[in-house]
């Protein structure tokens, strides 16, 4: 089974439309973050999180907003899906300043 | 503001021949310095890492990438790549001590013809 796991793989919705992406981590790490990846443009952090009680906004937070219900999970929320957040979004964790391990990601495409 | 470079956004190498991909950083002290893959469909996958010590680090598959702090680089490079090598790679760092965001280059596509 993957360390890190993230659901759905895949996913098409409407503008305007809630979208929730969740990440789920048996490697037992406290630092959790979500990314996007758009093509040429490399990975940008859009929310960290280094225990239950702590989330940190990233480079592009906004339009996002995140929960950690418990050590081991870390959803990324898009309240009201606007085709500009077309991307692949993954999710990592990490401990402290480590290396970061990657989920196989989600491709949300909105139209 | 820091920042880490990969100038090249696309190589074609022969399998067989050697490969060097470029990473340059911009940071005050000695970062905390990181080689991805990415295959198609796939996550990130850790090549190799570098926070202190030996300059020369081995990482999997053969890879390894050389410290210069010199230069703010950190390239990549393979001796001999295989077909299966064909990916995109992502330099990545830390600015070090207090710092809890990783900085990604934009990546290296690397294309290799059979």
């Known amino acids: 089974d993957a360390d890190v796991t993230q659901t759905p793989r895949n996913r098409i919705t409407k503008t305007g439309k809630r979208i929730m992406l969740e990440c789920s981590q048996t490697?037992?790490?406290?630092?959790m973050y979500w990314y996007r990846q758009d093509p040429g443009l490399g990975l940008r952090l859009i929310y960290y999180?280094?225990?239950?009680?702590?989330?940190n906004k990233g480079e592009i937070s906004d339009g996002y907003s995140v929960s950690r219900q418990a050590q081991a999970k870390f959803s990324l929320s898009l309240e009201s899906a606007i085709p500009n957040q077309t991307a692949l979004y993954f999710c990592a964790t990490s401990e402290n300043r480590g290396s970061q391990h990657f989920g196989d990601g989600t491709r949300l495409s909105i139209l | 503001a820091q920042s880490v470079t990969q100038p090249d956004i696309h190589i074609t190498v022969s399998e067989g021949a050697s490969l060097e991909l470029r990473c340059n950083y911009s940071?005050?002290?000695?970062?905390?310095l990181f080689w991805y893959v990415q295959s198609p469909g796939q996550g990130l996958q850790l090549l190799l890492k570098y926070f202190s010590g030996d300059t020369l680090v081995q990482g999997i598959k053969g890879f390894e990438a050389e410290f210069k702090r010199s230069q703010s680089s950190f390239n990549l490079r393979k001796p001999s790549v295989h077909w299966s090598d064909a990916a995109e790679y992502f330099c990545a760092a830390y600015s070090g001590a207090g710092s809890y965001q990783l900085t990604f280059g934009k990546g290296t596509k690397l294309s290799v013809i059979p």
């Open positions: 490697k037992g790490h406290d630092r």
């Open positions: 940071y005050g002290a000695t970062p905390y």
């Open positions: 999180s280094f225990d239950v009680k702590d989330i």
